[in-house]
């Protein structure tokens, strides 16, 4: 059997992979200005750096919001798109080993899919999420550069700008540790660092969404969530969602290939 190409294309930035026999080989990100040349550079990167040839392609898979503008077979290969939130859903069963559980896509927004064996399917999200980051990085710390901005918030003291419940109580609330957020962003101290802001930054967007994903399963009894995308490539979603878990009960898990779920569930949605 040959392999399947697996390609989530986004508007700057592709992800590829290959599956042979359910084996991940390699999974590649490349940068563009485009996402046609984002697809077609990563595509030939891929082949190269793995020494594979067209001829050991069975099938071409794309997803995400750039496989819009492709409307031809890559380099002749049969070529088909997947829908992205199915993809979402089989690439997070799949690395996760789960087969119930709420998938958090954690893009420039934040999507949810709700798995449940084969039942997969879209039950919302939120225009919170990785664009959210760099825009207000942008503004209030004059950069975008998300990498940059996780690295200060490492140095960074969340208690010099949010309002956490030891600051309005003395003893612990019920279901409220002192530590927990009161108000995120209600206590900006006056010699707040940039440090602390970008520590603020990353707790805004990570705990906003760990809530909502929370929100999002009250309908259920699913308490597993499983965390894909880029923004699970922060070293603060192991220190937030920890928290979190101890908060609500829960579980959530960021998988191996977690940048690369929905890239691995666009080949595994080809039906030979």
Do not use: W
């Amino acid at each position: 059997m040959g392999i399947i190409i697996g390609i989530d294309v986004g508007t700057s930035t592709t992800k590829i992979v290959g599956l042979r026999e359910g084996v991940v080989i390699s999974p590649t990100r490349i940068r563009a200005t485009d996402p046609v040349t984002s697809l077609y550079g990563a595509f030939g990167k891929y082949l190269y750096d793995n020494h594979i040839s067209l001829t050991d392609v069975d099938q071409v898979m794309l997803t995400g919001v750039g496989a819009a503008y492709v409307d031809k077979p890559i380099y002749g290969l049969p070529t088909e798109k997947a829908e992205e939130f199915m993809a979402d859903g089989l690439g997070a069963r799949y690395e996760s080993k789960q087969n119930r559980m709420l998938v958090v896509s954690m893009g420039t927004g934040t999507s949810f899919v709700k798995v449940d064996g084969d039942d997969i399917r879209h039950i919302g999200g939120m225009g919170i999420g990785g664009g959210t980051l760099k825009g207000l990085s942008q503004l209030l710390l004059n950069t975008g550069d998300v990498k940059h901005v996780a690295q200060l918030a490492e140095k960074g003291d969340i208690k010099n700008v949010n309002l956490q419940i030891g600051d309005i109580s003395a003893t612990p609330l019920p279901g409220l540790p002192l530590d927990a957020t009161a108000s995120i962003f209600g206590n900006v101290k006056t010699n707040a660092t940039h440090e602390d802001i970008a520590a603020g930054l990353i707790c805004t967007v990570l705990q906003t969404i760990g809530s909502a994903t929370v929100l999002a399963a009250l309908g259920s009894d699913i308490r597993e969530f499983v965390l894909i995308g880029n923004l699970t490539l922060l070293p603060q979603c192991h220190i937030i969602f920890p928290e979190l878990e101890k908060l609500y009960g829960v579980h959530f898990t960021i998988p191996k290939y977690s940048e690369f779920c929905t890239a691995i569930g666009a080949a595994l949605c080809f039906k030979k």
